[in-house]
């Protein structure tokens, strides 16, 4: 079993930044893969990004792309998201997610994080 935890949400306003955490426990071994999503009132979930655990490489959302950056620190377990230049669009709530295989859904989930972006 796998627990996470996201934290480091809150209330900005629009041009500011914001870091989220995603720490990981239980069964912390053998994952493929870690990503954040974001859901917005009245609108589908949304992929922002993703971090392959084992080689650190990275994807995002164009609509994110060179202002939100995917890290992981493989020593305590932890996914983050440093979102900067945020913008009113990029309120959500975020979540952070993990999975097993390439091939595979997302595992498992957070409970996720409110991001309020004000203009």
């Known amino acids: 079993q796998v627990q996470l935890v996201e934290s480091g949400g809150g209330l900005v306003q629009a041009g500011g930044s914001l870091r989220l955490s995603c720490a990981a426990s239980?069964?912390?071994?053998?994952?493929?893969?870690m990503a954040w999503f974001r859901q917005a009132s009245g609108k589908e979930r949304e992929l922002v990004a993703t971090?392959?655990?084992?080689?650190?490489?990275?994807a995002y959302a164009d609509s994110v792309k060179d202002r939100f950056t995917i890290s992981r620190d493989k020593n305590k377990f932890t996914v983050y998201l440093q979102m900067n230049s945020l913008k009113p669009e990029d309120t959500a709530v975020y979540y952070c997610?993990?999975?097993?295989?390439?091939?595979?859904?997302?595992?498992?989930w957070g409970q996720g994080t409110q991001v309020t972006v004000s203009s």
């Open positions: 997610a993990a999975k097993n295989n390439a091939w595979s859904t997302y595992d498992y």
């Open positions: 239980g069964r912390t071994f053998g994952w493929y893969a």
């Open positions: 971090i392959n655990w084992g080689s650190s490489s990275t």
